[in-house]
Structures are given as structure tokens and as C-alpha cells.
């Protein structure tokens, strides 16, 4: 009796660790998706970004940039950043990390083509 009671209960265990492990497996589908499709990117034609949260991605020529302004940051061991300001009214801020830096002088270059301004923050 006690053997039988026994393997009833690892019997319903093993649906549960399954109905668990699937639950939790839905659940992570979500936050994949999300962290999946945020993305910014600049190239020569211009500013690729999407936000956290929104599924439609934004594309910006560099002409439709108006000003760039940065951010120092006062956190030891942090990165700061460059907020893109465009002519609608919309801005995207991308952190001046050690990739970015490594092509700061073509960033550069694009303000100067477009004549974009630069400037610091107050």
C-alpha cells in the first residue's frame, strides 16, 4: 500500500515538474522577444533604432538629424551618451560605450558633412 501510495506521488511530481518547466518556458518567450528586437545602429545612410517595448523599428537620414547632445556621466565606470534630437521631435540617446568609441571620428565626420550641431549637456 505504501509503495503504490509512493508511486502515485512521484507519478504526479513528474506532471508537475513538466507542467512547470513548460509554464516557465511560455513565460520567457515574451521577454526574449523584447530584448530580440531592441536594437540602434548607425551607419553612413543614417540612425536605425527601435525601442524597448515598441515593434516598429525607426529610420532617420542623417539630414533629418538636428542635434546631438551629450551627456557626461558622473557614475565612475559608466558610459556616457549622445542623445540624437530629430526634426519631428522624436530623440534616441545611445551610449558612448567602447564601440562607439572605436568609431567616434567617422561620427564626427557625419557632423561636419550635415552640419549637424554638437553640443554638451547643462
Do not use: C
Not at 50 to 73: A, M, P, Q, R
Amino acid at each position: 500500500m505504501l509503495l503504490g501510495t509512493l508511486i502515485i506521488f512521484l507519478f504526479n511530481l513528474k506532471k508537475f515538474s513538466i507542467l512547470i518547466g513548460f509554464l516557465l518556458f511560455i513565460s520567457s518567450i515574451y521577454p526574449f522577444i523584447l530584448g530580440a528586437t531592441h536594437y540602434k545602429q548607425m551607419s553612413n545612410d543614417g540612425i536605425y533604432f527601435s525601442e524597448l517595448g515598441i515593434t516598429n523599428h525607426n529610420f532617420y537620414e542623417w539630414d533629418k538629424v538636428e542635434k546631438v547632445v551629450y551627456h557626461l556621466t558622473e557614475e565612475r565606470g559608466g558610459f556616457s551618451n549622445l542623445e540624437f534630437q530629430f526634426s519631428d521631435g522624436n530623440s534616441v540617446i545611445i551610449a558612448r560605450d567602447s564601440h562607439f568609441s572605436s568609431v567616434f571620428y567617422k561620427f564626427m565626420d557625419k557632423l561636419s558633412e550635415y552640419n549637424i550641431e554638437y553640443v554638451g549637456s547643462d
